[in-house]
């Protein structure tokens, strides 16, 4: 490595001169003497970069760095029963390389023999590395097809409601969110943009690939000085930033399809919808009119009928559907509101608003799934198809809905409904991850845990002891993107950046590709997994395959030792926004969307068709099971949303995330007359209950909640306490979220349905 710390003489340093490393919350500029990080300082394309880098400095070489291959004792010790029990709890003993390949491929082959392959859970969910080729879960993907495959996960945490659904009603979400409508187009010709879940700066930090330049503030800022008006709709004001200026209407949490249906309603009654569009580029929408008129159950959705459900005056609602019919409207569905019961309403609801309005497809309207939920959610770039490492083909065609774990280790052998399938759940036998923490993301984590102990093997690869590592029999210890070159290059994100290695991993770590390449030579695959390549070659092979996608989009990039002389590119926006549905608008027949009826389905059959008593053929208002409409007088609807000292659970253990604690404790927030109700006060620790469990906090005092709320970010590593199993010490609030399916349709996470009791508590 080269010293990156010099200066001549006096001279202050010359940053832009530092080498480059990126993360999916931002890209910097490294200070390193060749071994140890000095300094990150942000990139100077960045016009509002994030903190969150800073969160690895005392924790590369910490106490919670695994710098060895480690076994669970406890799997040493029993052969056969293997002391599953004593997963999360147990000594680890650390091992040679040669010894823990050889216990790797013993299991794996007996595994194989003995259950077959789908068995085998790779379930392993993203956000690892930001690097192209440093991507955990496909190197693992790719070492398990060549030996026979294994059992995947489908959809995202994220918005696994908002996929599926999509799918049946748009063509699929990816789709979309390829196409969306971008931030110049809003800067330029929207006059009112509506947020449904708000547009939350905390989400804006990270994009999937690499983040090279911060977009959300900016470009909402742009929009507000040139006269777009913002309404957030969001029981926390605060998921606007001030200088929006925004209306803020506060439902209650769960009730936007009601309040969503009722603007439906008015603009229906009041002849306000454009009956030529419906009529043009949708189906179904007679079917759907029924629904909101009464016709089919007797129960108009008025401003009136939303109103006693949301808590949401009628007046701001017929108020608010003849300002969008008025005005050049943006709709924006937070991916947030996918994760609740019947999450695949939401997104259903926003597109049906957005095709009575008719502004799909104009400049500045229509409705955009997620703007702020990541940086790249409006971006001004093409998307570009950059190569990945092959992972090969998987010969097993068994799959879960990725929030569906506990469900598949408790039931072996059952059956489910799924997307109009049925499923069977296979006998998982072993559990292989590398590149995400279930023990963050899942929900109802002491159910997880309890499941958790169901396989007979449970293998990890981290760099530090998150609660999965804790909870797995073997761990392998992997490097973290500060300790390798790679390039990052997002699918829309701009800029594609080589970075370097600017820090030196402990002795025995191997980065994912080498850990997997020492397992392919003991199982007698190593070329066939490296194909000759080692890692600079790889990355030299995959940036020409980008390079060659590119240029068929008329998009020139640098070759690869220009990209590593020059260290970042940019590729150039085009020189027109883009306009979601702008071509589909302009010639339905001749640019269809990928519906069955290359239509916007606001009627699917298909979906009716599967019978889901969950999930009708149009979108439906159906009463959560949990909420603030059938609650106890002493419970409160937890929010449990995005953290904005790190991405998830990334480094919880570093000094951002830490200095945001208040006395070792996480922040809960709580609306002051709530607290006083409890006779809870600022800065009393408390503890937050339900019969799932319990977690501890510390309040913060904040009038920018609507009463009934309560507000405390995901992310805290999962801490079990000794003497109370059910209650997490470092405050993961998915201990009390609920592990329910949003319905058959989709089979999503439901982290927002949640209700809880907190109370004030000794401890810490």
Not at 144 to 154: E, H, I, K
Not at 615 to 621: D, E, L, N, R, Y
């Amino acid at each position: 490595m080269t010293d990156h710390t010099k200066t001549d003489g006096n001279r202050p340093m010359d940053k832009t001169d530092l080498p480059l490393t990126a993360m999916h919350w931002g890209t910097y500029r490294a200070e390193s003497d060749g071994k140890t990080l000095r300094a990150l300082h942000p990139f100077e394309e960045d016009v509002d970069p994030s903190n969150i880098g800073q969160g690895f400095f005392g924790v590369l070489d910490g106490p919670t760095r695994v710098t060895a291959p480690m076994v669970r004792k406890g799997w040493l010790e029993d052969p056969d029963g293997r002391n599953r029990d004593r997963r999360g709890s147990d000594a680890f003993v650390a091992v040679s390389w040669d010894e823990v390949e050889g216990l790797i491929a013993d299991e794996l082959t007996r595994v194989r023999r003995d259950f077959g392959n789908e068995a085998i859970y790779a379930g392993s969910y993203g956000w690892a590395s930001a690097g192209r080729f440093h991507h955990a879960q496909g190197h693992l993907r790719r070492f398990l097809n060549l030996n026979g495959g294994f059992t995947r996960s489908v959809n995202t945490y994220s918005l696994a409601a908002g996929e599926v659904i999509c799918e049946h009603v748009i063509g699929g979400f990816w789709v979309a969110a390829a196409d969306t409508t971008d931030w110049q187009s809003i800067v330029e010709h929207t006059e009112l943009f509506v947020a449904f879940g708000g547009l939350p700066l905390r989400n804006g930090q990270i994009s999937q690939g690499g983040t090279g330049r911060h977009r959300q503030r900016e470009a909402m800022l742009n929009a507000r000085a040139n006269g777009v008006e913002f309404v957030s709709i969001s029981p926390l004001r605060d998921d606007a930033i001030d200088a929006l200026s925004a209306q803020w209407i506060a439902p209650r949490p769960s009730s936007d399809v009601a309040m969503i249906l009722a603007l439906c309603h008015c603009l229906l009654d009041e002849g306000l919808h454009d009956a030529d569009f419906l009529a043009r580029y949708t189906v179904g929408f007679e079917r759907f009119a029924d629904y909101l008129t009464g016709k089919t159950d007797g129960v108009a959705k008025t401003a009136a009928w939303a109103a006693a459900i949301c808590e949401v005056e009628a007046s701001a609602i017929v108020d608010l559907a003849r300002r969008m019919h008025r005005q050049r409207t943006m709709i924006s569905a937070s991916w947030s509101l996918t994760r609740q019961d019947h999450g695949e309403q939401p997104f259903w609801a926003t597109i049906t608003l957005a095709a009575m309005l008719g502004q799909i497809g104009l400049p500045g309207g229509g409705f955009g799934l997620g703007y702020s939920a990541v940086n790249s959610m409006g971006l001004e770039n093409r998307s570009l198809a950059h190569a990945a490492m092959p992972q090969g083909t998987n010969p097993v065609e068994t799959y879960i809905p990725v929030a569906r774990i506990s469900d598949m280790l408790e039931n072996p052998g059952a059956e489910y409904a799924y997307n109009g399938r049925t499923l069977t759940y296979p006998d998982t036998r072993m559990i292989w991850w590398a590149g995400g923490n279930p023990f963050h993301h899942h929900q109802d984590l002491n159910r997880l845990r309890q499941a958790w102990t169901a396989p007979d093997t449970v293998i990890v690869n981290d760099w530090c002891w998150t609660a999965t590592a804790r909870h797995a029999d073997i761990v392998l210890p992997c490097t973290n993107p500060l300790e390798r070159r790679d390039v990052s290059m997002g699918g829309r994100d701009p800029y594609i950046v080589a970075m370097e290695a600017v820090s030196a991993p402990p002795p025995l770590a191997r980065d994912d590709y080498e850990i997997f390449r020492g397992l392919a030579r003991r199982m007698g695959q190593e070329e066939a997994f490296t194909e000759g390549r080692d890692a600079e070659a790889w990355q030299r092979h995959l940036y020409a395959l980008s390079c060659q996608r590119a240029a068929g989009e008329g998009v020139t990039l640098p070759d690869y030792d220009t990209l590593r002389e020059r260290r970042w590119h940019k590729v150039e926006a085009p020189a027109e926004p883009n306009v979601m549905f702008q071509r589909f608008r302009a010639d339905p027949e001749a640019h269809p969307i990928p519906t069955r009826s290359g239509k916007i389905e606001i009627w699917s059959a298909e979906i009716a068709g599967f019978g889901y008593d969950d999930c009708p053929g149009h979108v439906t208002w159906m009463e959560p099971y949990e909420w603030l409409g059938d609650a106890a007088a002493d419970e409160l609807h937890l929010i449990s949303n995005q953290p904005h000292t790190k991405l998830h659970s990334q480094l919880d253990q570093g000094p951002v995330s830490q200095g945001a604690k208040r006395g070792g404790l996480e922040r809960v927030r709580l609306n002051p007359a709530d607290a006083a109700a409890r006779d809870i006060s600022e800065g009393d620790a408390v503890e937050l209950f339900n019969a799932r469990g319990a977690c501890l906090a510390r309040v913060v005092l904040d009038d920018a909640l609507r009463r009934g709320v309560v507000q405390m970010a995901t992310g805290a590593w999962f801490k079990p306490s000794p003497e109370r199993p059910e209650l997490c010490l470092n405050g993961n609030p998915n201990v009390l979220t609920a592990d329910r399916g949003t319905s058959k349709l989709a089979q999503g996470p439901t982290a927002h349905t949640c209700l809880v009791r907190i109370r004030k508590t000794a401890q810490r």
